[in-house]
């Protein structure tokens, strides 16, 4: 664990904090700024952990871990850290002597690693949840840090965040840019096979995305129903033309082998890098709610939620949309079968969202 390396001169943090802090901020970099802590404090190693109900893991680290036994990857359960016991209240943010403070001064990591001083902040989301923290370690005490010191970490904690909130936010952004290009080649694949069920698929995407605001579902919960919505019938790729394309009404050896397109369409997602995260919900785009539906006769909450979202908004553009074999109903008909069907075959509130969804100005059924 935390051995070696004799501490830094006492020092305050004083206008050394404030010229670190400023290139911290300036050069946007995590590693930059764990570093500046370091440097700031004087002190051997800084680094930046996340913290689960079980453990601490080290995320990011700058400066002598191998003296403490640490490095970037290291993994510890909680009840052996000091950071469990400062977000407990039991310990001080700020310690300038461990041989100071009984309770850190009798846990096994102190000796262990040769700790003589240790600082820790929380690191909290903008929204109030906390990913970790941040911390750095002295083998000597170092009796110079204070209320200053801990003024400036505190503020370098809130950098920490921001940054770490900011690289997770331009990952997300790559994410749903990869998934979309998956799901736009597979969207034009379908195109080439099936201009309605394209089209079909483009318009029930807007649909479920106005259900899914209604339900006060997240932006990423969003997008995952905007992209069930799209590839919900991509296993038709594997249905034979006849039948895919079929002027009239299927029978039933027809109706099988149709019905098989959300098993094919869960499989080809499940192997799509990007996409794989929706395979269960496109399995499940037939599902009913009282547990009539196909493939797995899932029924309520078991089925995903963006299916359910679909399900409904898909059999409504059916429904108001002309075929080969029936023409289209109105848009009052196809209300009357949601609510018919509403506790059957269809969520009630979905249904309710979509109903809800349908009166606003923006919403658009074709």
Request: proline residues 5%; aromatic residues 6%.
């Amino acid at each position: 664990m935390f051995s070696g390396v004799e501490g830094g001169a006492p020092r305050t943090a004083g206008t050394d904090g404030l010229a670190r802090l400023e290139d911290a901020a300036i050069s946007h970099s995590l590693r930059g700024t764990v570093a500046a802590v370091r440097d700031m404090l004087g002190v051997e190693v800084a680094y930046v952990t996340s913290i689960d109900d079980e453990f601490q893991r080290f995320q990011l680290l700058e400066g002598d871990g191998e003296s403490f036994g640490v490095a970037a990857d290291t993994v510890l359960p909680n009840e052996v850290t000091y950071c469990e016991k400062v977000l407990a209240g039991r310990l001080p943010n700020v310690m300038p002597d461990l041989s100071a403070v009984p309770l850190a001064a009798e846990m096994p990591i102190t000796e262990q690693a040769g700790v003589g001083a240790f600082v820790s902040m929380p690191l909290e989301f903008s929204d109030g949840e906390l990913y970790g923290t941040l911390c750095a370690a002295s083998h000597a005490a170092q009796p110079g840090l204070g209320e200053r010191d801990e003024q400036f970490l505190r503020v370098f904690a809130r950098l920490v965040v921001d940054q770490i909130e900011q690289a997770q936010l331009q990952e997300r952004a790559l994410a749903a840019e990869r998934e979309l290009a998956a799901a736009t080649a597979l969207t034009h694949a379908v195109e080439a096979r099936d201009a309605y069920t394209g089209e079909h698929s483009k318009a029930v995407v807007g649909l479920a995305v106005e259900v899914a605001v209604q339900l006060g579902l997240d932006e990423r919960a969003q997008n995952d129903v905007a992209r069930v919505a799209l590839l919900h019938d991509i296993g038709k790729i594997a249905i034979p033309d006849a039948i895919l394309n079929k002027p009239g009404p299927l029978d039933d050896l027809e109706w099988e082998m149709m019905r098989e397109h959300p098993v094919y369409g869960g499989e080809l997602i499940a192997r799509t890098p990007g996409l794989e995260h929706l395979a269960p919900a496109i399995r499940a785009e037939h599902e009913r709610w009282d547990g009539g539906g196909y493939p797995d006769g899932l029924a309520g909450e078991d089925i995903p939620q963006a299916s359910l979202i679909v399900l409904a908004c898909d059999a409504f553009h059916a429904m108001v949309s002309d075929r080969p074999y029936r023409a289209a109903l109105s848009e009052a008909e196809a209300r009357e079968e949601l609510r018919v069907n509403s506790g059957s075959q269809f969520s009630p509130v979905v249904v309710d969202a979509l109903l809800t969804a349908l009166d606003a100005p923006a919403t658009r059924v074709a």
